[in-house]
């Protein structure tokens, strides 16, 4: 059974600082290219950041150079280093495995990031 758990979510003020955490369990972590999404309310779901199998990353416009992904592929984890938090970062943030070529995907439950002005 996979699973993904995210953790790591809460209220912050403005200017502050979270770090999601994302627990792989039922697949082979290092094998998936892994990404952070985040849905605020009223809106689409959108892509924040992913990190490939070779551990190259890409970010979404309104977060680089303010937020940082990576993976620990011995501890089957993905993180999200989130800096300098807006509000606008307000959102519930869902990490999603994929092997894209396989048309594999899992997503986690999300955890919920609010940031307060």
């Known amino acids: 059974q996979v699973q993904l758990v995210e953790s790591g979510g809460g209220l912050v003020q403005s200017g502050g600082s979270l770090r999601l955490s994302c627990a792989a369990s039922?697949?082979?972590?290092?094998?998936?290219?892994m990404n952070w999404f985040r849905q605020a309310p009223g809106k689409q779901r959108e892509l924040v950041a992913g990190?490939?199998?070779?551990?190259?990353?890409d970010y979404a416009d309104s977060v680089k150079g303010r937020f940082t992904i990576s993976r620990d592929n011995a501890k089957s984890t993905l993180y999200l280093q989130m800096d300098s938090l807006k509000p606008e970062d307000s959102a519930v943030y869902y990490c999603q495995a994929e092997i894209r070529w396989r048309a594999i995907e899992y997503w986690g439950q999300g955890t919920q990031v609010t940031v307060s002005s």
């Open positions: 039922g697949i082979i972590f290092s094998l998936y290219d």
């Open positions: 990190v490939t199998t070779g551990d190259t990353t």
